[in-house]
């Protein structure tokens, strides 16, 4: 990073930790809608967020508060309050089945640079390597990815003021179907948006001491 970049910026460490702080889990939202910008501006977010390979693999279905799927939306996420009573839902999806497109895609960005080097990692390594991959692993190794994606999306969520919720407790096959997806792609989480109420904190937030998670070497 330059240091221009750094001398610019606007952001502290305590104001991230901050915003990671306040970051809660709401099943309940009141009916206080998302602005638009708020939710472009998240999805830009995500879509920032790091992958392996840099193969993007991921998928954002935004369902939004007045699409005509929004109520098979809400029964994907088996009608959750969480989903129910939010006022966006997002979906993330893996898209293991377009790894090998995306290096390929890749190499010709770099081919197309003349940066034979990066574009040659691609070509033979890289694409290689995820179309020998076993599809369990695959999907594994994509899933990662995409939950990244969808850190960053809730994180900006919040520092627009508004609330989320990370949901796993849905039907995928539902929600395949509702988007027209293959076998292949991965469910892997929905993120319900909105502006959460007193009753969507379910509880005090819980962590086990961070000194059981962390070990210095
Ligand atoms: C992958 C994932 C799936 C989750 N699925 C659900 C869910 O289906 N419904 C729900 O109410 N909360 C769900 N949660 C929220 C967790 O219960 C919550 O993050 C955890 O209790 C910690 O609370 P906090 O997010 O407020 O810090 C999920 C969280 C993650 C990361």
Not at 95 to 101: H, K, N
Not at 121 to 127: I, M, N, T
């Given at each position: 990073m330059t240091e221009q970049v750094k001398q610019d910026h606007i952001w502290s460490v305590d104001g991230f930790e901050q915003l990671a702080a306040a970051r809660r889990s709401v099943r309940r939202y009141g009916e206080t809608p998302v602005p638009e910008d708020v939710m472009r501006a998240a999805v830009r977010s995500a879509h920032l967020a790091p992958s392996s390979n840099n193969l993007q693999p991921w998928e954002f279905h935004w369902v939004r508060h007045d699409s005509p799927q929004r109520d098979a939306a809400v029964e994907a996420c088996l009608s959750q309050p969480a989903a129910a009573t939010s006022a966006e839902?997002?979906?993330f999806i893996g898209?293991?089945?377009?790894?090998?497109?995306r290096a390929a895609a890749l190499q010709a960005q770099y081919e197309s640079e003349q940066n034979e080097g990066t574009a040659a990692?691609?070509?033979?390594?890289?694409?290689p390597n995820v179309a020998g991959m076993e599809a369990a692993k695959r999907s594994a190794w994509v899933d990662?990815?995409?939950?990244?994606?969808a850190a960053q999306f809730m994180l900006a969520i919040q520092a627009a003021g508004f609330d989320s919720c990370p949901m796993e407790g849905l039907d995928p096959s539902k929600v395949r179907a509702l988007f027209d997806l293959p076998q292949e792609a991965s469910v892997v989480m929905a993120i319900s948006v909105g502006q959460g109420i007193p009753e969507g904190l379910y509880g005090p937030r819980y962590r086990f001491p961070l000194q059981d998670h962390l070990t210095e070497h």
């Open positions: 839902l997002v979906f898209r293991p089945d377009l790894c090998v497109r990692y691609y070509r033979d390594q890289v694409g990662k990815s995409v939950a990244l994606a």
